[in-house]
């Protein structure tokens, strides 16, 4: 069974400083990882993903995620942080192999303070 | 760029009866579509996979005869509360993949409250 884990249910930081906001994953086969961010009562906006390749992505907002099969993660980053990144952060997971659907974390509040 | 559209975006309906939420996509074949609930604050919870023409594979713990989902064309995919309860007052989210498996689109998501 695939599953994604967020550890860490709100990240606070300043504007202008760097932010991660951590995910890492379990697959049977190789993974589909995406990052998704939810405004209130909004749905969901796609910020990157990973399929093959490098493994830094870069993605929308100045976003970027790096995949790490070792330690199983695709962290989310951002070097400066703006007030309107705060959101709900999802990171997400697709076995490809199985061809099923998105399992989602449990989201990640992200909080940038001015 | 592919586009998901969600129909209606906000439904509020009485206790017992039914509500169907439209699901579509409009720039692209939707070979599967998938259908998330969420509760504030929540994860997104998989309800059921749809593929087109056949039926929908439910996840465990969902009522399928609570909510039917239909998948009748390569674009169009609906979910059906039926009987309504206040505790289905949620927030639904479609999503659909194309042909090639890569990339999934969401919908903007159709707010049921239940009254």
């Known amino acids: 069974a695939q599953s994604v884990a967020q550890p860490e249910d709100q990240v606070n930081v300043a504007e202008g400083n760097p932010l991660t906001v951590k995910c890492t994953y379990s697959v049977s086969g190789n993974p589909y990882l995406f990052w998704y961010v939810q405004y209130p009562n909004r749905g969901l906006q796609f910020l990157l993903k990973y399929i093959t390749g490098d493994n830094l992505v870069k993605g929308s907002y100045g976003f970027e995620a790096e995949f790490n099969k070792s330690q199983t993660s695709f962290h989310l980053k951002k070097p400066s942080a703006l007030v309107s990144d705060s959101a709900l952060y999802f990171c997400a997971v697709r076995d490809i192999q199985a061809g099923t659907a998105l399992i989602f974390g449990k989201g990640t509040t992200l909080s940038v303070s001015s | 760029g592919a586009v998901v559209s969600q129909h209606p975006s906000r439904v509020i309906c009485k206790s017992g009866t039914s509500v169907k939420i439209e699901c579509r996509s409009l720039d692209f074949q939707a070979t599967t579509m998938f259908w998330y609930r969420q509760f504030p604050k929540q994860s997104l919870m998989l309800m059921a996979t749809?593929?087109?023409?056949?039926?929908?594979?439910?996840e465990q713990g969902v009522e399928k005869d609570k909510f039917l989902i239909n998948h009748a064309s390569l674009t169009l995919s609906t979910l059906t509360v039926t009987s309504a309860h206040p505790e289905d007052s949620s927030f639904y989210i479609c999503?659909?993949?194309?042909?090639?498996?890569?990339?999934?689109?969401f919908g903007e998501g159709s707010w049921l409250t239940v009254v």
């Open positions: 749809s593929n087109e023409g056949s039926k929908a594979t439910y």
């Open positions: 999503s659909a993949s194309g042909t090639s498996g890569n990339t999934i689109y």
